[in-house]
């Protein structure tokens, strides 16, 4: 048989194998779905009522809070009943997802069918990954954010940095907290694409809102406000982290009910965030192309991370990164450790840590400390990231060799 056509064969059916499971896996009953929250947006839509759910008093409810954008999208799967319109999701996300790993490599130049192996660890790495088993079961949206993530990289490749501003629009449309993703254009001193970016952002939400109705404009700043902190929930953060363990809160027993350690938490994670996002800036201009790249993949990153809400799900963002720091680096000068270090942070990302509703067991003493998994594997992923920055400086001297590079 042809070698090509073999590879082809291989691909094919590691993809059937990976893709047909985790749709099975995401569509069977478990009561962890959060597409009923969007479903409901496009119904109300759909009838004409109010997107966003008045609230009153302090409690939360279950209520959207993004840009119209997702429930305009759904208008028509909302007319099925909701367990047939999330099959229908599920099926979308898990084609999206498909694409955001033939993206990335697009966006680096990976050849499958030259590297068998790179893109099998790409396709297994992305399926067979714990926040991605969430992504999936939740119905959410954050597979959309990594296809515009994924779809950067092609964009930062060929230097369409306009391109890259509107997928950074288009991903803040889907998910506020994402418009910081215009960092990375900062970083590499395209203030005019940044600009633009912002632009289309602005421009998205007239638009949307001209559709939805401009009294829900209102509406939508007030629950962006209410919903910036939710105390409530387990939130995979530097805020979150140090509330749980740090201070009273309802989610568990802190270790320490210390305002002293509270504080000196926050300023270390913090610190920690933005002494690499100032790095970052300040060497954007000398960077290499895989310094770009790790740069790209640090930024959503660092608003998962920073941000005061943060589920585990969010963290599928950091795909980018690990793919990159684990295919990108093995072939540089002592980049082998680095590649490891990142398989490693893989594996702790892939076990099944508690989350959000959390068990009873996860609440107080040593068991807790479970609960910290994904947070602690983004934060040692930060400092990795920052350190083969760093690390490529070492080489400045010489041209970098891009290890993604075709025919690589």
């Not at 909302?78 to 229908?88: C, I």
């Not at 399926?127 to 949206?141: I, K």
């Not at 980018?320 to 490693?344: C, D, K, R």
């Not at 934060?379 to 400045?396: H, I, K, N, P, Q």
Request: proline share 6%.
């Amino acid at each position: 048989m042809n070698s090509r056509i073999l590879r082809v064969l291989v691909l094919l059916l590691a993809l059937k194998c990976l893709a047909a499971e985790a749709y099975r896996a995401a569509v069977a009953p478990s009561g962890l779905s959060n597409y009923g929250e969007y479903d409901q947006a496009a119904k109300r839509l759909n009838k004409g009522e109010p997107l966003y759910i008045h609230e009153q008093g302090s409690e939360l409810v279950n209520q959207y809070v993004s840009s119209p954008l997702i429930p305009e999208l759904l208008r028509p799967l909302a007319r099925f009943p909701v367990g047939t319109g999330l099959h229908l999701w599920v099926g979308f996300n898990t084609v999206l997802l498909v694409l955001a790993v033939v993206l990335y490599s697009l966006g680096t130049g990976l050849r499958p069918l030259d590297a068998v192996a790179p893109a099998l660890l790409l396709l297994f790495t992305a399926f067979r990954f714990w926040p991605t088993v969430l992504e999936l079961a939740m119905g959410n949206v954050d597979i959309i954010l990594l296809a515009a993530v994924c779809g950067m990289f092609i964009c930062d490749r060929r230097g369409k940095w306009v391109w890259l501003a509107l997928l950074a629009a288009l991903a803040a449309l889907t998910k506020t907290w994402m418009i910081g993703a215009l960092f990375y254009l900062a970083a590499r001193r395209k203030w005019r694409a940044a600009t633009a970016g912002v632009v289309f952002f602005a421009a998205g939400l007239a638009i949307l809102f001209c559709v939805a109705g401009w009294k829900e404009f209102p509406q939508w700043i007030e629950i962006t406000r209410r919903y910036s902190s939710q105390p409530m929930i387990v939130s995979h953060s530097v805020a979150g982290i140090a509330r749980m363990y740090f201070s009273p809160n309802p989610v568990m027993t802190p270790w320490v009910n210390s305002p002293a350690l509270h504080a000196l938490a926050l300023a270390a994670g913090y610190g920690i965030l933005l002494g690499g996002l100032f790095y970052l800036w300040w060497n954007g201009p000398r960077m290499n192309q895989r310094q770009a790249r790790l740069c790209l993949g640090l930024t959503p990153l660092a608003l998962i991370l920073g941000s005061s809400v943060s589920h585990q799900y969010y963290f599928i963002l950091a795909l980018p990164l690990l793919w990159t720091l684990i295919l990108g680096s093995a072939e540089t000068p002592g980049g082998l450790g680095v590649s490891l270090a990142a398989f490693a942070l893989y594996v702790a990302f892939s076990i099944p840590s508690p989350g959000d509703p959390l068990p009873e067991a996860f609440k107080h003493g040593v068991k807790s400390a479970e609960v910290a998994i994904s947070f602690v594997s983004g934060m040692l992923l930060w400092g990795l990231g920052l350190f083969a920055v760093m690390r490529d400086f070492s080489f400045a001297q010489r041209p970098a060799a891009d290890p993604l590079a075709p025919g690589k």
